[in-house]
């Protein structure tokens, strides 16, 4: 047997398997609870691509949060070593 008749037989068990009870009760639990038109149908890409910018602006946000964060790190370290003359080091010594 070749790699693409394995191929076609896993595709094929896929297949059924997807046809099985348990998937088509699974989709009927992620269809929503009342029926539409279908021409409110038409709004479900958009309110994908909605939760799509939302979740890409929030991550943004994060990402952001976590550049100040370390800026206000960096300023904090500069300002104990060269106002204060603090000297911050890591000796690795310390720690075997």
Do not use: H
């Not at 191929?7 to 699974?26: F, G, H, I, P, Y």
């Not at 946000?61 to 003359?85: D, M, P, S, W």
Request: glycine residues 8%; proline residues 4%.
């Amino acid at each position: 047997m070749s790699i693409l008749d394995e191929a076609m037989a896993r595709l094929k068990a896929l297949r059924e398997s997807w046809n099985s009870r348990e998937t088509q009760t699974l989709g009927a639990f992620l269809r929503p609870a009342y029926s539409r038109p279908e021409l409110m149908r038409i709004f479900d890409p958009l309110v994908a691509i909605g939760a799509g910018i939302g979740l890409l602006s929030a991550s943004a946000l994060g990402f952001a949060a976590f550049g100040v964060l370390v800026a206000c790190a960096l300023i904090a370290y500069l300002i104990i070593t060269q106002v204060f003359g603090i000297s911050v080091e890591l000796n690795p010594e310390m720690f075997r």
